[in-house]
């Protein structure tokens, strides 16, 4: 079953992140970087108790430079949030990946601008990019991500209201 057809029989949380998120251009690259938390806070978990916690993930990982920025202190706070997936080892990937992300808008001027000098590429190409570039960042969150951003083909289904609407590019 597609995604499309799921949301359209789950709760709103689904309806929504369908509808307005799902495959569409994220805003800037916090927005892909939130985006990118949301896909590793799944691993392992189904998706629905994640959308369930995806307000208090984003607001948990506001942006780049501030989860850059965590310390002990903040993973100690942030494993007590319970609106989160409290995984010391995806807090960690946050951490490390808000670095890299930075790293990454030194050398190319944007998260955004790095993905596109890699497109297009297939899933198994993009895997490994990110598998070398970030961490916590399997086949199916690479997939999944890629997807969600619209670098990947997949995101709607071709009777989807929002199939060739959600695109990245």
């Not at 079953?1 to 251009?25: I, L, Q, V, W």
């Not at 369930?52 to 100690?76: C, H, L, M, Q, W």
């Amino acid at each position: 079953m597609s995604y499309c057809s799921f949301a359209r029989k789950r709760g709103d949380h689904h309806r929504m992140h369908h509808d307005t998120e799902h495959g569409f251009r994220p805003s800037d690259d916090d927005d892909l970087f939130r985006r990118l938390m949301l896909e590793i806070s799944q691993a392992g978990l189904s998706f629905d108790t994640v959308l369930r916690k995806k307000a208090a993930i984003y607001g948990a990982f506001p942006s780049i430079n501030k989860v850059a920025g965590f310390t002990e202190k903040d993973v100690k706070r942030l494993m007590g949030n319970p609106g989160i997936i409290r995984n010391r080892l995806k807090i960690h990937a946050a951490i490390r990946n808000a670095k890299k992300i930075q790293e990454l808008q030194r050398d190319h001027g944007s998260f955004r601008e790095w993905l596109e000098s890699h497109h297009p590429r297939a899933r198994e190409e993009w895997t490994s990019l990110f598998r070398k570039t970030f961490s916590f960042t399997g086949g199916e969150i690479v997939n999944e991500f890629m997807m969600s951003i619209g670098y990947l083909p997949g995101a709607h289904d071709k009777d989807c209201p929002f199939h060739g609407k959600a695109k990245y590019k």
